[in-house]
């Protein structure tokens, strides 16, 4: 250490030395602040947490807010004193729902559902249900907050004092100066999942401005199903807006929405179950915000929570002088008969797909399922008998496809002729003129067998976003199956396969064989030419059913069930009527018959269509190009 550094240290110690002398308080001092501690102390240790020593008595519990008593006396090192508040836990149930309330914040602390279990306790086989949990103590907050006297105030830090209290009804009340005051109401409702909040707050006015009172609803959701990661991958917040209507944030990751309208509702959502805050009035548009975040690897939640739901809402409250504001809680399943008998377009956080596919679930598939479920049978039933009942109403598209296929099978020697004919692509307008020509006169179109195709189609992607969205296959098994909504496994590999998966489903590889074979028999039935340049499309139609094993390993054994039995349903339709509705023979004397009677009739024969006349032109524009070319 050099000279310089030494007088340093020296002129550092003397100044702080010198400040401590100055600035130390005179025994009059300390003892008005130790008499202010020990009063501060007194009115603290009733909502105190109890030491190490002592044990939590009741159902109180203690909360995580710490407020500074003493800040240092005398010496600037001395940590400060703290105290935590604790609050009460008063428990509430009805035959649906068991609800937590804590009197610190006068908030819904957890909410268990009666009816319903998670996986893992469903997987004991014990006979007994345990009640799901949507969130423990700890998960969620629920209150206001608003500026008061400089500060924010938030509802979810202050202990409430219980105002009154029955077996269904509970009043939360926080008193603050003069008359100020904020209550909290919850009543609970016979059978239902759902129970009315109501806030009221007096003696503001002047104080707060009803425009910034804000609602603050925050929870992480807890793991309930069988496979984390695709619950995970579903869950989201859900909101409609008064004029725009329902919309959702991003469930592929962490997303925030600035309110661009007034909210008529909000949701925090996972695969089988939701919560909803609905108000009265709605919402208000300013200052609010929803926002969803993942959790990071290895964090502490990442194993046991889906994600971070938040909303930041404004009350829309007229009155903070005696004002109030009316709403209702929904903690329920995401089930279609429950959110549609609220009427409030809960239903909407079914993933049933967008547009005609959402349409086809819910006037054709639901309504069908309905019925079937009603009378008793088991899932693994309905999903065949639905199953049968959707290919029989298919069935016609089907014939039309299969007859199509037909006549191209039969016109492929002449279309070999046609490629034969004209293999220069200066040729290929002519090619093109007489290929329409030859069907034409023989009465057949590729179009005919796509068209039916097309029309499949919406439903074969329509029943992807149903099975498994579906409620009623939650936890119910069938044959291999233990839970239709979840994957199905006959064997764990004791390790992951990316991008396969852990086990191995049974229904996926079934429906991958049967959907393999129906290629192999379609690619025998119809003509798929190959162009120039263009992959071999059999081959394309091969690799697909390869794909699905991957693809639908992880996914609802309900879909790759249904999957399953539609594809085989198909094979054996097409099998009837090849054997008993389409003699090639006959079609193929048709539409000789058919050219016959074009060639002796060669004027009615010529009238063209509008997409034939437009081939000409485009034949003769081309060929006075060639010849330009050729002159220069």
Not at 19 to 30: L, S
Not at 613 to 629: D, G, H, I, S
Request: glycine share 6%; net charge neutral; charged share 25%.
């Amino acid at each position: 250490m050099d000279k310089n550094t030494v007088i340093g240290l020296v002129i550092i110690g003397v100044i702080l030395s010198v400040f401590t002398i100055f600035n130390k308080p005179t025994k009059e001092e300390i003892a008005k602040r130790e008499a202010e501690i020990a009063a501060e102390t007194i009115k603290v240790d009733k909502v105190t947490e109890p030491t190490a020593n002592e044990t939590v008595q009741g159902d109180q519990i203690t909360e995580e807010v710490s407020i500074p008593l003493n800040d240092s006396i005398g010496d600037t090192t001395q940590a400060p004193v703290v105290k935590n508040l604790k609050g009460e836990i008063i428990t509430i149930e009805n035959e649906k729902l068991i609800i937590d309330f804590n009197t610190k914040g006068g908030q819904i602390a957890s909410v268990k559902l009666k009816e319903y279990e998670s996986y893992d306790n469903y997987a004991k086989e014990d006979g007994k249900i345990d009640a799901l949990v949507l969130f423990e103590n700890g998960d969620a907050t629920n209150g206001l907050v608003f500026p008061l006297n400089g500060k924010e105030l938030s509802t979810s830090n202050e202990i409430f004092s219980i105002k009154s209290q029955s077996n269904d009804r509970i009043v939360f009340e926080l008193k603050k100066e003069g008359n100020q005051s904020i209550e909290f109401a919850y009543q609970f409702k016979p059978n239902a999942f759902d129970i009315d909040y109501t806030v009221n707050m007096r003696g503001f006015a002047g104080k707060v401005t009803p425009q910034n009172v804000m609602f603050k609803w925050n929870a992480s959701l807890r793991k309930t199903e069988r496979l984390f990661t695709e619950q995970r991958r579903v869950s989201t917040v859900c909101f409609n807006y008064e004029d725009e209507g329902f919309s959702w944030l991003s469930e592929m990751g962490s997303d925030e929405e600035i309110a661009e309208d007034k909210l008529d509702w909000v949701s925090f959502k996972q695969s089988y179950f939701s919560s909803f805050i609905n108000p009265e009035n709605g919402f208000g548009k300013s200052g609010s915000t929803l926002n969803v975040a993942e959790y990071e690897e290895g964090s502490a939640k990442d194993t046991t929570h889906l994600k971070d739901y938040k909303a930041l809402l404004n009350l829309n409250i007229k009155n903070v002088d005696n004002g109030s504001v009316s709403m209702n809680w929904f903690f329920g399943p995401n089930d279609y008969k429950t959110l549609t008998s609220y009427d409030e377009g809960y239903d909407d956080v079914l993933n049933y797909g967008w547009g005609l596919f959402r349409w086809i679930n819910l006037y054709a598939v639901q309504p069908i399922f309905n019925v079937l479920k009603g009378t008793g049978m088991g899932m693994g039933i309905a999903i065949l008998l639905l199953t049968i009942l959707i290919k029989t109403a298919l069935m016609p598209i089907q014939w039309k496809m299969y007859t199509s296929s037909a006549k191209m099978r039969i016109l492929k020697p002449e279309m070999e002729e046609l490629a034969a004919k004209y293999p220069e692509k200066e040729d290929a307008m002519k090619k093109q003129m007489e290929t329409m020509a030859l069907y034409k006169a023989s009465g057949a179109s590729p179009l005919s067998g796509c068209v039916p195709m097309l029309i499949q189609m919406p439903i074969l992607l329509a029943v992807f976003r149903f099975f498994p969205s579906t409620f009623d296959l939650r936890q119910k098994s069938f044959l291999w199956a233990e839970d239709l909504s979840s994957y199905d496994s006959i064997y764990e590999l004791g390790f992951n396969v990316w991008p396969y998966g852990d086990h191995v489903s049974l229904f996926t590889l079934l429906m991958a064989v049967t959907t393999l074979f129906y290629t192999m028999m379609n690619g025998s039935q119809m003509q798929t030419p190959q162009q120039p340049g263009m992959p071999n499309m059999k081959y394309i139609m091969y690799f697909f059913p390869i794909m699905m094993i991957f693809f639908f390993n992880n996914y609802s054994s309900g879909l790759s069930y249904y999957y399953f039995i539609s594809t085989l349903a198909s094979i054996l339709i097409m099998l009837i009527i090849k054997k008993f509705f389409v003699d090639e023979d006959k079609i193929k004397l048709k539409m000789a018959e058919r050219k016959a009677n074009a060639a002796a009739n060669p004027k009615k024969a010529k009238g063209k269509s509008k997409f034939q006349a437009r081939l000409e032109q485009m034949q003769k524009a081309q060929q006075e190009q060639l010849k330009n070319k050729k002159k220069k």
